[in-house]
């Protein structure tokens, strides 16, 4: 079977391990690329510089908090692309503000998730993020 | 407040009839006045005198030369604002004197009564000196509460920051405690897993002080004002606590609920967490039954919220509102003691009061009081970040 590629847009070197600690036991073979801010995640999206050979990712976890470009910019962007668009964008956030989940939205999140407080419950979100996302919804083939 | 003779005043004079400031000199010496005088003519030297003389007030002829009154009192107006200044004139007629009444000069003296002067200089110091007081505490006033809704709008915004920043490295220590424990719980000792046991505790009762911080903070900060049925509010509260309801067999009664215009999901707030309370504080396997009653009076309405619970001593009525403030320790009820003090904020914030009256082992009874919210100024959204 094809890994499925996820881009990991994250700054906090925590969460990183966290999510690959957690898609780890994952029965899809999940392959997880890692934006440390906005700016690497969109030249990893356009294939810009040392990411020419980058995969397009079949699924996006954005974090909104990000130094310099936001994550609200970089879903912004994404959405304003022809291409890009298509791919799923999971806001993965510790914000609580219905600001945030409202804005997100109308820039056309896929659908906007707290971080949860320790470990196993961030298990379970990242287990029905794959249940959901690999399994029951369908994808474009790229 | 009298005016201190003792204090010289200084006077400016404009006045050219050599005469007159004779006579002028005359009546207030007779008038006993401790002064200085400075005369002039010219509108030049009027100007002059005005800024570096800086008279306590003027006296000034209608008729001179080639100047006239009314001007001296434009440009009176215009260079110190706040300085008095009387006409002292043969001429004028009363409806000239009124007209210059009208449009700010202090008051006349007619030549011919020459006597009234020191009398009115008097009072229109006094009237001048209180004037300027009470702007300069009204200045100081003004700028109290602007320096008071800065530092509680900044009070508020750190609060907020604080609590939500606050939550990133505390997830990180419960997150990886918590995976130390399942990861290496069969490679530890007991010893080693009742350590992280007791850690991962802390984070999660600290994220839950932080949350609720967040929360209070938060009480300042959202608000809509809209019709809201109270019955509903209650209705949907039970809704919430509907575990800790069926798990003790509460009972909760309440009718002729008003409806007002408050700020919907406080109230549910508000509801929730007396409600709650009433459970939470049951006699040890009692079975809580609780009241709720609300009453119209005057303007306001008065709710109450009784139970037949452990009850509080009235010795802490003013602590049971305080905020991460509790009466019992962790074991026996948990909790981080901020609902109460949430309850009192919203209450207040509608404009009401809360109280409570107690017999402990007996039941509590609060009181509180709320009124629809009218003014358009309180009416607004706002979002934190």
Known sequence: MKPINILLVEDNPGDILLARVAFEKSKYSVNIDVAMDG?????????????AEASTPDLILLDLNLPAISGSEVLADIKNDEELRVIPVIILTTSQAEWDIIRCYRLHANCFVNKPFGFESFDKVVQSIEDFWFNIVRLPVN | MDLKMNEQVRILILEHEPDDIGLLHYELKKGALHYSATIVQERENYVQALKSYDPDIV???YVLPNFDGATAFYIKKEISPDVPFIIVSGTIGEENAVELIKSGVTDYVLKDKLFTVVPKITRALKESREYKEKKEQEKKLESYARELERSNKELEEFAYITSHDLQEPLRMVGSFLQLLQQRYKDKLDKEANEYIHYAVDGASRMKRLISDLLNYSRTNKEWLIEQVDISETIQEALKNLRASINECGAIIEFENMPTLRVD?????????????????????????????????????????????????????????????????NQTKFEGTGIGLSIAKKIVERHGGRIWFESEPGKGTKFY???????????QYTSRGR
């Not at chain 1, 700016?39 to 990411?51: N, S, T």
């Not at chain 2, 709720?292 to 802490?316: C, H, M, P, R």
């Not at chain 2, 009124?371 to 100024?377: A, F, G, I, K, R």
């Open chain 2, 59 to 61: 006296l000034s002829d």
């Open chain 2, 264 to 328: 919907r999901s406080q109230m549910l707030q508000l509801f929730q967490n007396l409600i709650g309370n009433a459970i939470k504080f049951r006699k040890e396997g009692g079975q809580p039954f609780i009241k709720i009653t609300a009453a119209k009076q005057d303007t306001e309405w008065l709710f109450s919220v009784e139970d037949n619970g452990i009850g509080i001593d009235q010795q802490y009525s003013e602590k049971v509102f305080v905020i991460f403030r509790k009466l019992h």
């Open chain 2, 368 to 378: 509180f009081t709320l009124q629809s919210v009218n003014n358009e100024t309180d």
């Open chain 1, 39 to 51: 700016e690497e995640a969109l030249d990893f999206l356009y294939k810009r510089g040392m990411f």
